[in-house]
């Protein structure tokens, strides 16, 4: 099993290791709960080095990386971060991903760690016509992901003075101590954080820094409840290679009057075949996989993500369901084992966060 840089200081610190994307990684710490109050309530650090990491530099980097992705990249500012789906051409999701112009002829691409070699092999088969150079850094490069309302005070203690600076999904190049680093005000909990690409040991001496200023190591449990309590999507979930962007809630992804992208003909035409909904339980904890029914106890969908909100203290879920049979009454039930329990329907996510 592959191991991160920061391994050994999770076995220090007794985390709960398991296997993930085929990397050994930490999944608790103390508790779930207390990871994620952490993060809503003060700041918390994830080890995420297990993402891939891949570098477009040339005069057309920002026009390729445009033509791969379905959002619009090649509008977005000097400096910013764009999230999106990475489509094949007959609009199915390859992967989900966030591209970050640090300059206007360098482009980091960061992708999902289960996705790495496919991204990589779809990518670099769509180079031809454009004046770049890609290079895949997914083993040179560690990731933390710095996350709660309090993570400025956090890094601003280390002598990283540029995040008070840093708008939304903005993303630019720093040094700390010598060490080049690349920060980002990204995350995927909801609240407000910085993602930030370095070294093995630039990452390593970040880390116990952090830890020993009180910031609390998160494992990816609390991980997994933070995203979902703000419904985020994940590619093996509510994003997957069956599925378009459209049919996962994604719309406002897919720029279709961009001039010209990889899928844009055929999500032109493509007509959605599910409806993402978010669903609650007084009682019971939805699971993934668990099917959705309607008023009638006829199965209309699965459950793509399911836990029990740490804030709301109740069971939350993401479902697609098929669009032709999305009640009009927007009445749920979930089957879970021999009890059909009936579902609430929201139409915002659980929780609104606090990013900036």
């Known amino acids: 099993m592959l191991k991160t840089s920061l391994h050994d200081e999770h076995l220090a610190l ?25 993060v809503r309530n003060n700041v918390g650090v994830f080890d995420v080095s297990h993402m891939g990491e891949f570098f477009v530099t040339g ?20 400096g910013k971060a764009v999230y999106s789906p990475l489509c094949r051409d007959n609009g199915t999701v390859i992967d ?62 280390l002598g990283l003075a540029s995040v008070s600076k840093a708008s939304y999904y903005s993303a630019y190049e720093d040094t700390l101590n010598g060490d080049a680093l690349i920060l980002a005000r990204t995350g995927y909990t909801g609240e407000d954080g910085f993602e930030i690409f370095g070294s093995h040991d630039a990452i390593k001496r970040i880390w116990k820094s952090l830890l020993a ?59 959605p075949k599910f409806q993402l909904v978010k669903l609650s339980l007084d009682k019971g904890i939805p699971r993934e996989g668990y099917e959705v029914l309607d008023d009638t106890n006829t199965v209309i969908g699965k459950v793509t993500s399911g836990t029990m909100s740490v804030v709301l203290e109740k069971g939350i879920c993401l479902a697609l369901i098929e669009k032709n049979k999305v009640p009009a009454d927007k009445k749920f039930k979930i089957q879970i084992r021999k009890n059909i329990l009936e579902a609430n329907y929201h139409t915002k996510p659980f929780i609104s966060g606090g990013h900036k």
């Open 14 to 38: 007794g985390a709960k290791m398991a296997e993930f994307a085929g990397f050994d990684m930490p999944i608790q710490y103390s508790s779930v709960k207390n990871e994620v109050l952490a």
């Open 59 to 78: 005069s057309d980097a920002v026009k390729f990386v445009d033509y791969i992705m379905t959002n619009d990249f090649a509008g977005a500012e000097i």
């Open 96 to 157: 989900d991903l966030i591209a970050y112009k640090l300059v206007a002829n360098k482009v980091l691409i960061c992708v999902n760690a289960s996705n790495i070699q496919k991204d990589w092999a779809w990518i670099s088969s769509k180079t031809e016509g454009f004046d770049i150079n890609l290079e895949n850094h997914s083993e040179n490069y560690s990731l933390i992901a710095v996350q709660g309302p309090k993570t400025e005070e956090a890094l601003s203690k």
């Open 213 to 271: 200023n009180g910031v609390e190591p998160c494992g990816l449990a609390s991980r997994d409840v933070l995203r979902l309590e703000v419904c985020y999507p994940l590619y093996g979930h509510e994003l997957s290679d069956e599925i378009t962007p459209l049919d996962a809630a994604l719309k406002w992804t897919t720029k279709l009057n961009k001039e010209s992208f990889i899928a844009k003909a055929a999500l032109t035409t493509y007509e």
